[in-house]
Structure formats: structure tokens, C-alpha cells
């Protein structure tokens, strides 16, 4: 009898390294797949995801949202990000799939999909989380906005599975770490 599948959720607070981590993760095991998000965020600049990233409108996104075509999505720092439900049910005939989602998004996650196993990385300090920030290209409002919007998801951080802390200039160790959980699966 063939194992259902599971969905692996990366999440944490706003430059603690969720991407990199789940990059990591995805290199490593072949039998995860990340997942399809649609956004309305500006592409950036040497655009490196560990997902699958289609920029569209808002408008596009609000048609997607009337149609149900998300089985999760937030508004997050004034942009709209939505997970593929055709996409994410695709992968899971075939693969686990891993998604680098924020809290909202794996609340959701966690209430559709009783298969699931949530993993939230924390900075080692709060300090080089906002140092972190800081050093974004970005508008000082904004980066202000991010450093508040962290503190109050590092609070949500007891609801989740696992808690790893992402030690400052020790990536690879949380990337083992992560893959050390996600390995039973």
C-alpha cells in the first residue's frame, strides 16, 4: 500500500531565512516538490525561489480568488500571495510538498490538510532579524512594518510542529536539521 502523501510547511518571520532553508531542503530531498504561489508583488531582481512564482494582477488574482482556485492565499505587506490548489493536488499524487509560507497561509494549510508536519525557523536573536531587515531595498516604512509584523509572528511560533532556530551564518546546520525531520516522510 503507497504512503498518502504529505505537505511540509516552512514559515516564520520576514528575513529569518525561510527561502534559502527551504531551497536547501529541496535540493537535498527528491520526493518534495515546492509549491505553485501566484502573487502580485513585483518580480525581483535575480528572482531566486524555491517555489513556482506566477506575478499576475490583482485583478487576475481577485478573479482567481471569486473562482476558488487557491486553496490558501493572504494579503502580506500589501501584495496578494496564493497557493495553487490544482497545482498543490497535482503534487500530492505524486510527491510531498514543501511550502515557505507565511503564518496566515500555514493556519490554513494546517485546518485543510490534517497530512502536514509545520516547521518554524527562528532567528538566533531578535537584533539580527531587524539587522537583516534593515539591510533590505526598501522604503524605511516598510522595513518598519516588517520588524513589527515579526515580532508579532515569532509569538505564534508555539502552534507550529517544530521550532528551529536559524543560527546566524549556520544555514547549512538548520538545512540538515529541517531535512533530518522531513527524512521519516
Do not use: C
Request: avoid cysteine; proline fraction near 2%; glycine fraction near 4%.
Amino acid at each position: 500500500m503507497k504512503a498518502e502523501k504529505i505537505i511540509a510547511i516552512i514559515t516564520g518571520p520576514s528575513a529569518v531565512g525561510k527561502t534559502t532553508i527551504a531551497k536547501g531542503v529541496l535540493k537535498q530531498l527528491k520526493n518534495f516538490k515546492p509549491s505553485t504561489t501566484y502573487t502580485t508583488r513585483d518580480k525581483r531582481d535575480k528572482e531566486s525561489e524555491d517555489k513556482i512564482m506566477h506575478y499576475i494582477s490583482e485583478k487576475e488574482f481577485r478573479n482567481m480568488m471569486d473562482e476558488e482556485k487557491f486553496v490558501e492565499w493572504a494579503q502580506v505587506y500589501g501584495n496578494f500571495y496564493g497557493t495553487s490548489r490544482q497545482a498543490l493536488e497535482e503534487t500530492l499524487r505524486t510527491h510531498n510538498v514543501l511550502m515557505n509560507i507565511d503564518v496566515q497561509g500555514a493556519r490554513s494549510i494546517k485546518k485543510k490538510f490534517p497530512r502536514h508536519i509545520s516547521i518554524f525557523i527562528l532567528p538566533e536573536k531578535i537584533e539580527d532579524l531587524i539587522a537583516r531587515i534593515g539591510q533590505r531595498k526598501m522604503s524605511k516604512t516598510m522595513k518598519n512594518l516588517r520588524i513589527a509584523q515579526a515580532k508579532s509572528t515569532i509569538d505564534q511560533a508555539e502552534y507550529f510542529d517544530y521550532k528551529i532556530i536559524n543560527y546566524n551564518n549556520k544555514a547549512e546546520q538548520t538545512i540538515e536539521k529541517v531535512v533530518k525531520i522531513l527524512n521519516k516522510y
